[in-house]
C-alpha cells in the first residue's frame, strides 16, 4: 500500500520567502509527526497532531514555524521568513496512535535549501 | 527532558564482520527504545524495537539489547553485508502520550 508521501521533494529558497511543505500521511493513521534532520544530526522533533486534539507544538524552533492538518489527514508545515539556518530535511512520520510501541513510518522527507 | 546519546557516529567494518551501535538516555521512565536504518534520500525506516521489561531481542543478523540499570541499549549486526551500509538513529519514549527522543545517527559503512 501507499505509504507517507512528502512534497516537494526538494524546495530551494531565498532568505525570507515563506515555504510550505506538505504530508500526506498513511491512510487510517491518526498521529502524524514533523521532524528536522539538519547535516549529520538526529532528528528534531518539530510538531505532533493526534487525531482532534490540540497539536503538541512543544518542538517548534521560533513562531516562524507552523502547522496544520485539515481534515484530519494533510499536512502542511510553513516556514515565514525563511533564514538559512532553516536549511535541512524535514521529515514528516505518521502512525496508527501514539501508543507505546507503535511504529513510526516516515516520508522520504522534503529537502529545504535557504540562500 | 530525555537525551539520547548515541557513539559512534561513524563505523566501518569488513563485510561478514560484526557492528555494534551505542545508545544511552537519562530518563528512567523510558520504556521503548526502536532503532532505525536511513538509507541515502530515503526516510528512517524501523528495523527492531525493544521494550523495558525485555533485556534482549533478536531478528535474523539483528539483535538489540537492554540495560535499564545503566541506562543503555546496544544494537548489534552480526554477518554484515554491504546493503547493511546506511545510517542508524536510536530513539527512546516514555510510551503512550510520550514523544521520541532520537540519537545524532550512526553512519555504517561495510566494506565489501
Known amino acids: 500500500g501507499a505509504g507517507v508521501s512528502q512534497s516537494p521533494s526538494n524546495k530551494v529558497t531565498e532568505k525570507g520567502k515563506d515555504v510550505e511543505l506538505r504530508c500526506d500521511p498513511i491512510?487510517?493513521?491518526?498521529?502524524l509527526y514533523w521532524y528536522r534532520q539538519s547535516l549529520g544530526q538526529g532528528l528534531e522533533f518539530l510538531i505532533y497532531?493526534?487525531?482532534?486534539?490540540?497539536?503538541?507544538k512543544s518542538g517548534l524552533p521560533s513562531d516562524r514555524f507552523s502547522a496544520e492538518r485539515t481534515g484530519g489527514s494533510v499536512s502542511t508545515l510553513t516556514i515565514q521568513r525563511t533564514q538559512q539556518e532553516d536549511s535541512a530535511v524535514y521529515l514528516c512520520?505518521?502512525?496508527?496512535?501514539?501508543?507505546?510501541?507503535?511504529?513510526?513510518?516516515f516520508g522520504p522527507g522534503t529537502r529545504l535549501t535557504v540562500l | 527532558g530525555e537525551n539520547v546519546e548515541q557513539h559512534p557516529s561513524t563505523l566501518s567494518v569488513q563485510e561478514g564482520d560484526s557492528a555494534v551501535i551505542k545508545c544511552t538516555y537519562s530518563?528512567?521512565?523510558?520504556?521503548?527504545f526502536p532503532w532505525y536504518k536511513q538509507e541515502l534520500g530515503k526516510g528512517p525506516q524501523l528495523i527492531i524495537d525493544?521494550?523495558?521489561?525485555?533485556g534482549e531481542k533478536k531478528d535474523q543478523r539483528i539483535a538489540v539489547t537492554l540495560n535499564k540499570t545503566a541506562k543503555h541499549f546496544s544494537l548489534h549486526i552480526t554477518e554484515t553485508q554491504p546493503e547493511d551500509s546506511a545510517v542508524y538513529f536510536c530513539a527512546a519514549s516514555r510510551g503512550t502520550g510520550n514523544q521520541f527522543y532520537f540519537g545524532t545517527g550512526t553512519s555504517l559503512t561495510v566494506i565489501p
Open positions: 512520520a505518521s502512525s496508527k496512535d501514539r501508543g507505546r510501541g507503535n511504529e513510526q513510518f
Open positions: 497532531f493526534q487525531g482532534n486534539s490540540a497539536p503538541d
Open positions: 530518563d528512567s521512565a523510558s520504556n521503548y
Open positions: 525493544i521494550r523495558s521489561n525485555v
Open positions: 491512510s487510517g493513521h491518526t498521529a
